[in-house]
């Protein structure tokens, strides 16, 4: 007979442990029980003893894992094994000893357009390979960002070109005549229409991406999108994201005012006044970014690689809008759900214990280093030494490789990746790279025997 398990929780990890549980397909039966309380830090006994009748048919009761209360006060009053689960709750199947299959991320509910900007100037060749860049990054619609008063003499033909690979083309441009041109070279889309050229609705078959006459005018929006949705013609309408200290909170605002008023437009919203006019990596910004546009359902987001600290925007946006749409859908927080926005830290690093390193150093009987971070730095051993430091150079008079230029090429690799692992609070593995998530495409593992027979035969 199976064992019977009554989990305790609060409401916001419920529908969480649910899932969890429920993919695990585990060999016990089990109920859980949303105990009353937000989180579960807010529990006590004295709450679990009250709202939870004293006689139950179950095995054992798992509490979360940052309960603080006691354990063998409730043992006790329902004469059953209480114990405390992890303290996270995505490590429920580590607990029970089951490996737990990673989200697969492939759904969203938001599309990309990438723009390439400068496109004028720039070749039909060179154009298509930033094409085919942006759509491997996740891009559903190429923009072809116009400029003022340079000609785009190959328009027609970069429209052609992009569209012979089976991708959407949309055209950007303050110039009326442009965005004509565009439509009738076969774009799908147009930015943008206002009140100030709505007359240019009568030449274009293309969808327009509607805006303010005048920035911040969400007026003159809805009087434009009254009037297509009077002519039923498809349409995006964009309020305008601002720049911080320039409209920031007002034009949030704006979104949500919109799609209040109009449920069930397509609503669109361009990223770059906020990923690049701002300080600091775009991966969390784009990541808060879309959690704005999966609460408030826009529908399309133009992005722009411009500046060099935002040259992963598209593929940081693509992971966003996946992780967001798996955490609307399941009706979770979107924690703990993917790693590919964790690039420069981890939410909480792998350290070895003084115990435990000493306890692996026991089991060395070779001369081959061993390398591991702890909680005071990086630790070097073999059979015969065991160093500590926090820098390559801590290590440089320690390790007597001086003999072996292969040795030593390798140690200097590992021991720099480990000090930017310690410094930055990620995770090291001997002989892997460090995982940037997004930022970084992973490369294949050298081990250092590969490393050695390399250079061996460069030798020879």
Not at 301 to 311: A, E, G, R, Y
């Amino acid at each position: 007979m199976s064992e019977k398990i009554l989990f305790l929780t609060g409401k916001l990890a419920q529908r969480q442990l649910e899932r969890i549980l429920n993919s695990m397909k585990p060999e016990f039966s089990y109920r859980i029980n949303q105990i009353g309380v937000n989180v579960a830090a807010l529990m006590s006994e004295s709450i679990i003893m009250r709202r939870l009748s004293k006689d139950q048919d179950f095995d054992r009761i798992i509490v979360p894992g940052k309960f603080r209360g006691n354990l063998k006060k409730l043992s006790s009053f329902f004469n059953i094994p209480v114990e405390r689960g992890p303290d996270d709750i995505t490590n429920i199947p580590d607990y029970f000893g089951v490996k737990m299959a990673e989200n697969k991320l492939v759904d969203y509910e938001c599309d990309i357009f990438a723009e390439i900007v400068d496109a004028a100037i720039m070749s039909v060749p060179q154009i298509i390979k930033l094409t085919k860049k942006y759509i491997k990054d996740g891009a559903n619609v190429i923009d072809l960002g116009c400029m003022p008063d340079t000609k785009f003499e190959h328009l027609e033909d970069s429209i052609k070109a992009i569209k012979s690979l089976g991708v959407k083309v949309s055209v950007d441009s303050a110039n009326d005549e442009e965005l004509i041109r565009g439509s009738n070279a076969g774009a799908d889309y147009v930015l943008s229409v206002s009140e100030r050229n709505l007359d240019i609705l009568n030449k274009i078959k293309s969808v327009p991406i509607l805006i303010p006459a005048k920035q911040g005018n969400l007026k003159s929006l809805e009087r434009v999108i009254k009037l297509m949705i009077k002519n039923r013609r498809d349409f995006f309408a964009d309020p305008i994201l601002d720049p911080i200290h320039y409209g920031f909170a007002k034009s949030i605002d704006r979104y949500i005012k919109l799609r209040k008023r109009f449920p069930k437009i397509k609503i669109f919203m361009g990223t770059g006044n906020l990923t690049e006019l701002t300080d600091c990596d775009s991966a969390g910004t784009n990541m808060i970014l879309m959690g704005l546009v999966s609460e408030l359902s826009i529908n399309a987001v133009l992005v722009v690689q411009v500046s060099n600290h935002c040259k992963n925007s598209i593929k940081e946006t693509d992971a966003a809008r996946k992780i967001m749409h798996f955490s609307k859908k399941n009706q979770r927080l979107p924690f703990r759900v993917n790693n590919n926005l964790m690039c420069i830290s981890e939410r909480k690093p792998k350290r070895k214990s003084k115990r435990e390193l000493k306890e692996i150093k026991s089991m060395v009987k070779d001369k081959n280093f061993r390398i591991f971070l702890s909680e005071d730095g990086i630790n070097v051993f073999n059979s015969e030494t065991f160093t500590n430091g926090v820098d390559p150079y801590d290590f440089f008079e320690k390790m007597n490789v001086n003999d072996n230029a292969s040795h030593s090429f390798y140690l200097g690799v590992e021991l720099a990746r480990a000090q930017i692992a310690y410094q930055l609070g990620k995770d090291y593995d001997q002989d892997n790279e460090l995982d940037w998530g997004v930022a970084v495409e992973k490369k294949k593992k050298i081990s250092w025997l590969d490393l050695k027979l390399k250079l061996h035969k460069n030798d020879n």
